[in-house]
């Protein structure tokens, strides 16, 4: 497959071939300030249907579609739609940026691209690659993370190389991604907002741009409902090895840590914490940065990198589920497939 860099300087001549490809149906990843999408041309059938077959998804999992500017929202609304206040402030306030608001949908988007509903997400990415890539397109571009279903979504082009290297045309290389996690998913009415997917758009964030109330998908704090967006049902986001959680008291969580070490001192142990640890395979982040949006953004390539590293287990000092530490702690969850432990 073909790697189109442009990790120094966003080339045109180098992106319109990327474009191109797009254009006429084939498949293409780019960088976006999330995470890596695997672009198809939403309005070709054919093309959003080789999406889901190329990255063993579930046909009934619904895909985001990618616009260039927020203006091109009225390329995937029916014409005769005017849009509510709440979500006009939403557009005006977060994008472009990580936060895909579900819309009524056109005809004209690729029926697959939404099976069986009336809305599409639409997110407006913050990124100079995909943004440019997006316009030189001149299509929206529907595109979910660019990983095989299952398996870590892909912050960097060789995590794209690895899972889809043959399947698809070529990967923009536009460097790791900044955000690190997939965007907020949020329906909005006149009269509220819900969030369907936690994400760097938080809560708050939004109830104090949209001065709506704004409640979560029950499912993200029950596991027992049915979630409203499809693709939270599915086992995703896992690593080969297994993932353990601990957050709450700072000192507990640590000693729990220490204990798991101890007692598995003859498996190869991973263990990602806001301090050093003494293990072979660890990480923590740099003095001065945020632990959680630091794990945020390098999450799913360690547990690629420990993977590839073949850790038997991955210890993670977690962070209360609140704010930013929502969406981190929600993916976690997914990867530890509910080994995750309050003390
Ligand atoms: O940050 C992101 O959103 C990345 C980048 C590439 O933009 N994309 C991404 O796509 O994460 P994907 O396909 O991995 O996740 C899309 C999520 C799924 O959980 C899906 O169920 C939900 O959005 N979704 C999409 N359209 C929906 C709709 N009409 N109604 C409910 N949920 C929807
Ligand atoms: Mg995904």
Redesign the pocket.
């Known amino acids: 497959m073909k790697i189109w860099n442009v990790t120094k300087r966003i080339d045109d001549e180098v992106l319109l071939e990327a474009a191109s490809a797009l254009r006429a149906g084939e498949l293409v990843a780019f960088p ?1 300030e ?4 695997l672009g198809a041309n939403a309005f070709s059938e054919d093309a959003v249907k080789s999406v889901f077959t190329t990255k063993g998804r579930p046909a009934d ?4 579609v ?1 616009i260039a500017r927020a203006e091109d929202v009225a390329k995937v609304i029916p014409h005769d739609i005017t849009l509510c206040t709440p979500i006009k402030q939403a557009m005006a306030a977060f994008w472009p940026g ?1 936060l ?1 608001i ?1 819309v009524p949908a056109s005809d004209a988007i690729a029926p697959s691209v ?1 099976p069986g ?1 009336d ?3 639409v ?1 407006c ?1 913050n990124h100079p690659v995909a943004q440019r890539l997006l316009e030189l397109a001149g299509v929206p571009v529907a ?3 660019a990983n095989v279903s299952g398996r870590p ?1 892909p912050t960097r082009a060789r995590d794209v190389v690895d899972d889809l290297d043959g399947k698809i045309a070529g990967v923009v290389d536009g460097g790791p991604c900044e955000v690190g996690l ?2 907020t ?1 949020v329906l909005i009415t006149d009269a509220c907002a819900t969030i ?2 936690p994400g760097a758009i938080t809560q708050s964030d939004l109830e104090v741009a949209l001065g709506i109330p704004v409640s979560l998908d029950p499912f993200l704090t029950a596991e027992t409902e049915q979630p ?5 049902k599915y086992r995703h986001y896992a690593p080969d090895a297994s993932v353990h959680v601990w957050w709450g008291d700072e000192l507990e969580v640590t000693q729990a840590i220490e204990q798991f070490v101890r007692h598995h001192a003859d498996e190869s142990v991973a263990v990602i914490s806001p301090t050093a640890f003494d293990v072979p395979i660890t990480w923590h982040p740099h003095t001065e940065e945020d632990y959680t949006i630091a794990l945020s953004r390098e999450l799913y390539g360690l547990l690629r990198e420990f993977d590839r590293r073949h850790a038997s287990h991955i210890l993670v000092h977690g962070v209360p589920p609140q704010g930013p530490g929502l969406a981190l702690m929600n993916r976690l969850q997914k990867a530890a497939e509910g080994r995750v432990y309050q003390v």
């Open positions: 976006t999330t995470v890596y999408g999992n619904p895909l985001i990618h990580p895909t579900l939404r509903l809305t599409v997400g997110r990415p595109a979910p993370s979504s997939e965007s998913v369907y997917r409203k967006s499809p693709g939270m």
